[in-house]
């Protein structure tokens, strides 16, 4: 029982966005979880310890003890909140965030995109299918946002490097147009990473076999999408998507009104 206890409370605090977060009532929502849950835990670890040990429970002494464990546990877990709004709301000022990777858009766009994704992330591809054409149509062909796509792999996802190589070895073919139309290749296909569906994609978008089998096979770009991860890291990035809009870090697979907001901001300066 304690073991589902666990798992209710990590899996309502984790998968809540911040941005619904700072909303009152799914605020108040989280935290009648957090005090039903530790009640439980704190009565349980009690009574069941008191028992291994031949204790008598006292009515007393477990109020007091459930009462200082959901004080704790709130606040561990309003600390967290608070310090996971400052992360997602900090400012990186000055700093080219660009690097040479591949572009859409004008590249003297007066705002920039940086979006640091993960080809076997569930939620970038969400982000790819729900966003990004609407940013597109409004303001990346329009000439107002310059869209920069950097590799940022995550552990465990061992296709992710492979396929990051692959979209290089197209652009190296085939430029930033091939890059993307590669990118697209692999969203739209998600979850198919395998080295021949990469290489089909790679012909399915033009670039010539031979040169894409050789850079590919010399695992040419893996110091590239390396760097771009530890530029990523160096940035406060923890997990994918995580986009910069004129340095303004915006986290997580956000919708089409959460960029309008920072774009319009921008392109009123």
């Known amino acids: 029982m304690l073991l589902a206890v666990f798992?209710?409370?990590?899996?309502?605090v984790s998968e809540i966005n911040p941005n619904f977060m700072a909303k009152k009532k799914t605020f108040n929502s989280l935290m009648a979880s957090i005090i039903f849950a530790s009640i439980i835990i704190s009565a349980s670890l009690i009574f069941f310890g008191m028992q291994l040990s031949g204790t008598e429970v006292n009515e007393e002494d477990l109020q007091a003890a459930i009462s200082i464990g959901i004080d704790k546990y709130i606040d561990d877990k309003q600390n967290e909140y608070e310090n996971s709004q400052a992360a997602a709301n900090e400012p990186i000022l000055d700093v080219d965030l660009t690097?040479?990777?591949?572009f859409l858009g004008d590249?003297?766009?007066?705002?920039?995109?940086?979006?640091?994704?993960?080809?076997?992330?569930?939620?970038?591809?969400?982000?790819?299918?729900?966003?990004?054409?609407?940013?597109e149509e409004k303001y990346i062909n329009t000439g107002k946002v310059k869209f920069v796509f950097r590799d940022f792999p995550l552990s465990g996802h061992a296709r992710a490097i492979p396929a990051a190589v692959a979209a290089e070895c197209v652009s190296e073919d085939l430029g930033d147009?091939?890059?993307?139309?590669?990118?697209?290749?692999?969203?739209?296909?998600?979850?198919?990473?395998?080295?021949e569906d990469l290489l089909g994609f790679a012909l399915a978008v033009g670039a010539d076999e031979a040169s894409f089998v050789e850079c590919y096979a010399d695992q040419r770009f893996v110091a590239e999408a390396q760097a771009d991860l530890q530029d990523g890291a160096k940035y406060g990035v923890t997990g994918t998507p995580a986009f910069f809009v004129n340095g303004q870090r915006l986290v997580g697979a956000q919708p089409f009104t959460a960029f309008e907001e920072l774009i319009e901001a921008e392109l009123a300066k």
């Not at 798992?7 to 309502?12: G, K, L, R, T, W």
């Open 7 to 12: 798992f209710f409370i990590d899996y309502n």
């Open 99 to 102: 690097d040479d990777d591949a």
């Open 177 to 195: 147009e091939g890059y993307y139309a590669m990118h697209d290749e692999m969203f739209e296909n998600f979850g198919k990473l395998t080295d």
């Open 107 to 135: 590249k003297d766009a007066p705002v920039t995109i940086v979006e640091f994704s993960d080809y076997q992330c569930p939620y970038c591809e969400r982000f790819w299918a729900e966003t990004l054409p609407e940013l």
